[in-house]
């Protein structure tokens, strides 16, 4: 089922390495997002029907996952000088990895966006990884939760608006 179709894509913001299905190669679609750097990931967070039938049968052992945990991981601290292969050959240790996005923009170096295929083995990476020295830095991995990051934009936009208020107000320019 799975080929050896390795894609690599440069937009904007990131580097885009990709590993997909055959039958997926010929609608594959890569397209730089120019708004900003995190809205280039397009992989859906949702949980897929068999990332439901795992949760629920990890709720039927007695096991739960914690409500933020999802598929894609945002990872921070990283070298500047880290690959996206090496990310690929590091984070594919706990599993088939869908997409690493790596920033390569001013403001995005240094981090990275990974894709499970599986929600468990995002959740093990997250464990193990969260920490770990790797290049001489240790990451930060955190789940990716894009309800809170366009919630820190929007609080960003307020405060530039409050600022220019109090600017325009005092006379500073």
């Known amino acids: 089922m799975w080929s050896d179709c390795k894609v690599t894509c440069r937009d904007l913001a990131f ?28 992989v859906p967070t949702e949980p897929t029907s068999a990332t439901s039938t795992i949760i629920q049968e990890m709720s039927s052992r007695g096991g739960k996952l914690a409500p933020e945990v999802n598929r ?33 923009a001013n403001n995005t170096k240094g981090t990275a966006f990974v894709v499970y295929e599986d929600v ?6 997250c464990d193990k990884l969260n920490g770990f020295n790797f290049q001489n830095r240790y990451l930060v991995v955190l789940y990716h939760q894009p309800d ?8 960003l936009e307020a405060r530039r608006e409050s600022l220019a208020q109090l600017k325009h107000q005092h006379g500073i320019d």
Request: glycine share 4%; charged share 25%.
């Open 15 to 42: 580097h885009v390495v990709a590993v997909f299905p055959s039958p997926l190669r010929s609608i594959l679609s890569l397209s730089p997002s120019r708004n900003t750097a995190y809205r280039a990931l397009s």
């Open 72 to 104: 894609a991981l945002f990872v921070k601290n990283l070298s500047y000088n880290v690959t996206p292969e090496e990310l690929f050959d590091l984070f594919g240790k706990f599993g088939p990895i869908r997409q690493v996005r790596q920033g390569i």
């Open 120 to 125: 468990t083995d995002a959740k093990q990476a």
């Open 148 to 155: 809170k990051m366009a919630k820190s934009k929007e609080d």
